[in-house]
């Protein structure tokens, strides 16, 4: 329960006059209006598919006591007593005006943005935080994990209301640290206005969302906010020293006063020095801050290397009282992340079968570079792209799989509204030689079948992801599921999570 006037602030001007009272008791938030009840607050905000103003009547009906809506957008006559809350910007408003109802966050939050990494970043956090002691939980594409509980999520980053009440239940769980992921999509629709974030982290940006943000220039300025509008002051700025986008961000961080660290291969307070891979993981040189350290770090691939520099960045950054060494040593205990480069099963023969997210070119590029070296006979790779989104990267993709992969599966991701011939069709333009298995989990054991002493298989796309969305179904489905199942048939065995919960 809070007060009307405490969840607008300073910004009493927004209550239209002559309506409600600015001592209302509101006892709820939400921009559903199925949702409200007796003393809510409803946000009648424009959605992709239908306009919020629409359903005010029916949230009046159900109790609502005041309505946020954008200037300008026809309410239609309302009941004396209802207020009326008028924004320019109505979706920003109803963030801080969850922050402000929900109030409590955990005390250091850390957020990172970028086209990939995010997940392993934020979740390498968590796992540094725990390490030295903190009571440290995450929240992003994986849902939220805490040190108790794993709730699983749909959205990398939730509605504002949804968010900032996570944030509350977080902090009353005695939840000190906090890192989370910010989309794109999160940050230009300002769901996460009102956040506190201490310390923000940018790893990169390649094509993606282009169906969203319609140019790469856009994508960009969206997660520009994080450091822009939404750091709090004095906080700090972890930039990627290795990309074009380090110099406008070092720049827009430093008049902010903000603190910088950078990180990267050639350049940074944080850096590789030298990275020898293994199967199971890689030896690094890492220059911190002036220092040597040598460490054996327990997850393979390069991009995890990068990832790694990031949430060190985060976490040597943002604490007063850092112990450089305990950092490193904590690195050295760390696990990869369900669905990043992830060793779900072998062949009877040997042959290592991968699933990966990687869903964007270069994502792609980066774990069959990362195999490669690894692969003592074929890299098989079986991978599709998702419908109703970006279609550009879609012949991309069958160009990189064709140059780095020698047997290629081309099968169907979620093809949502789409025709699923259609997307194939865009991805085998870019690579010829593929075969075409539309039926996912018959791409899958074509592929595992097709195995031999010393390959590697690739399943691409998805993920930790359970499920496939095929028109406006959702449908069970597991990559690495399916890929267990059908090495165990042929008489391999389950690898990774799976192995060990077996044993």
């Not at 390490?131 to 990398?156: C, F, M, N, Q, Y």
């Not at 969203?212 to 969206?222: K, M, P, Q, V």
């Not at 490193?328 to 699933?355: D, F, N």
């Not at 359970?466 to 179904?473: H, L, N």
Request: proline residues 4%; hydrophobic residues 45%; charged residues 25%.
């Amino acid at each position: 329960m809070a007060r009307l006037e405490d969840l607008i602030g300073t910004a009493s001007n927004i209550l239209q006059a002559g309506t409600g009272r600015r001592d209302l008791d509101i006892s709820g938030v939400t921009a559903d209006s199925r949702q409200v009840k007796a003393g809510y607050l409803f946000a009648a905000l424009a959605g992709s598919h239908a306009d919020g103003s629409r359903f005010v009547a029916d949230a009046v009906a159900r109790g609502a006591a005041a309505v946020l809506a954008p200037t300008g957008a026809p309410l239609g006559e309302l009941p004396a007593g209802v207020a009326i809350l008028r924004d320019d910007n109505a979706r920003r408003r109803l963030a801080l005006i969850a922050a402000a109802f929900f109030a409590r966050q955990p005390k250091t939050i850390a957020a990172v943005t970028g086209t990939s990494g995010k997940t392993s970043t934020a979740d390498f956090t968590r796992q540094l935080w725990l390490r030295l002691g903190h009571r440290a939980a995450s929240l992003g594409t994986l849902g939220v994990i805490t040190p108790d509980r794993h709730i699983e999520g749909a959205l990398t980053t939730p509605d504002p209301v949804a968010l900032h009440k996570q944030l509350a239940e977080l902090a009353d769980d005695g939840i000190d640290h906090l890192a989370m992921e910010a989309s794109s999509h999160g940050l230009d629709q300002y769901r996460l206005d009102g956040v506190r974030v201490q310390a923000a982290a940018f790893t990169n940006l390649s094509r993606d969302h282009l169906d969203y943000h319609g140019t790469l220039e856009s994508y960009f300025a969206a997660k520009r906010r994080l450091f822009s509008d939404i750091l709090t002051e004095g906080g700090l700025a972890v930039l990627n020293a290795d990309v074009p986008e380090y110099a406008p961000l070092a720049e827009l961080s430093r008049a902010r006063k903000l603190k910088v660290v950078s990180f990267g291969r050639r350049n940074g307070d944080l850096r590789i020095l030298q990275a020898r891979s293994r199967t199971d993981g890689q030896d690094l040189k890492i220059a911190a801050f002036g220092r040597g350290y040598e460490i054996a770090f327990p997850v393979p691939g390069a991009f995890q290397g990068a990832n790694l520099l990031t949430a060190l960045g985060l976490v040597i950054g943002s604490g007063s009282d850092i112990d450089l060494d305990k950092v490193m040593q904590a690195a050295t205990t760390l696990t990869g992340v369900r669905g990043r480069l992830e060793l779900v099963a072998r062949h009877p023969t040997g042959a290592a079968i991968y699933v990966d997210y990687s869903h964007k070119p270069e994502g792609l590029e980066a774990v069959l570079g990362t195999l490669r070296p690894h692969t003592e006979n074929s890299l098989l790779l079986v991978f599709g792209c998702g419908g109703d989104r970006d279609k550009g990267k879609r012949p991309q993709m069958g160009e990189i799989a064709e140059r780095l992969a020698d047997d290629v599966i081309v099968t169907d991701d979620n093809p949502r509204s789409e025709d699923p011939a259609a997307i194939r069709a865009a991805i085998l333009a870019g690579c010829k030689y593929a075969r075409e298995i539309g039926d996912r989990a018959e791409a899958i054991r074509a592929a595992v079948a097709a195995l031999k002493a010393g390959d590697i298989l690739v399943i691409a796309g998805k993920g930790h992801e359970t499920y496939q969305i095929v028109g406006d179904t959702v449908l069970p489905f597991d990559d690495a599921a399916v890929a267990r199942d059908a090495a165990i048939a042929l008489g391999g065995s389950a690898a990774g999570s799976a192995a060990k919960a077996a044993g």
